[in-house]
């Protein structure tokens, strides 16, 4: 019998049964591994650190994706930064608005490893519509201005080459990228045990964007199971916004639909009163 356990503090975390390990190597920024658990079928990490599980990957792929493209009265070209796992593409494709979608990710062995092992996630990055890069997130906005509808920020926690991804100078360089009316959204942490780290981004991003607003999912796998995203934008203010119709596409989702919507945007008061 053996088990994994990724420490989300000092004290406490997650511990889950393994079977087979299937992929562990070492890239030029990371550790990459797939395993298979008894309780979340099969997991990727990334440097020890949970990424994907087969069981509750949905959760974070439609709570990234749909809240702005269903925000976005019209995305047309989307950028997903990370996120070479494919989860992200898969559900951008959902909207026969999104008419290229593009994944730069800094770490080839990623999507590697997910297109053997994933297949049901990275399968979908063969897809017309979508364009793979791999390369650096934060050097590729230099070349885009004024470039995409919506930028969505797919990362990791913020440590090594991710670290950048969590700071003002690049939240500037995504609203460069932006269209006009553009959205972006950023995976920002746990609000229960990184609340501030999760305070400080959201507080930078106010100084960037004319609205800066967290939203909460439940992650199981995550750090404390509680996860947050951000919503960024000049035009749309997601606490007023009426979403666009996703049509029959967004019908079978797991986790997110409309009412779901306004209701993510509601802050427990541990958090509520930090932002204050």
């Known amino acids: ?70 925000a976005h009265p019209g995305p047309e070209r989307v950028l997903i930064i990370g996120g070479g796992d494919g989860g992200s593409v898969r559900e951008a494709l959902r909207h026969p608005a999104a008419r290229e979608i593009h994944l730069v990710e800094i770490d080839g062995m990623v999507i590697d490893a997910s297109r053997q092992f ?11 519509r979508v364009r793979v890069s791999v390369a650096d997130g934060f050097a590729h906005l230099d070349t885009s201005p004024g470039a995409y509808d919506v930028i969505l920020v797919d990362s990791m926690d913020p440590v090594g080459e991710a670290a950048k991804l969590f700071t003002a100078p690049f939240f500037r360089k995504v609203k460069a990228a932006l ?16 609340a501030d780290i999760l305070r400080d981004l959201v507080l930078a ?59 993510a945007f509601v802050l427990p008061n541990y958090f509520r009163k930090k932002l204050q």
């Open 118 to 128: 994933f297949p049901a996630l990275a399968g979908c990055l063969d897809d017309p």
């Open 179 to 194: 269209r006009p009316g553009g959205i972006a959204v950023f995976q920002s942490e746990s609000p229960f045990y990184h």
């Open 205 to 263: 991003m106010r100084q960037t964007f004319r609205h800066a607003a967290p939203y909460l999912a439940h992650i199981p796998t995550y750090p404390s199971g509680l996860w947050s995203f951000t919503f960024a934008s000049d035009a749309v203010d997601p606490i007023a916004v009426k979403l666009r119709d996703g049509g029959p596409a967004l019908e079978d989702l797991k986790y997110f639909h409309p009412a779901l919507f306004p209701a």
């Open 1 to 70: 019998m053996a088990w994994f356990t990724e420490k989300h503090t000092p004290h406490a975390g997650i511990t889950l049964e393994l079977g087979e390990t299937l992929f562990d190597r070492k890239s030029a920024f990371q550790r990459v591994q797939v395993v298979e658990t008894l309780e979340y079928g099969r997991m990727l990490l990334l440097d020890g650190c949970v990424m994907v599980t087969d069981r509750d990957e949905f959760v974070y792929h439609e709570m990234i994706v749909h809240p702005a493209l269903l």
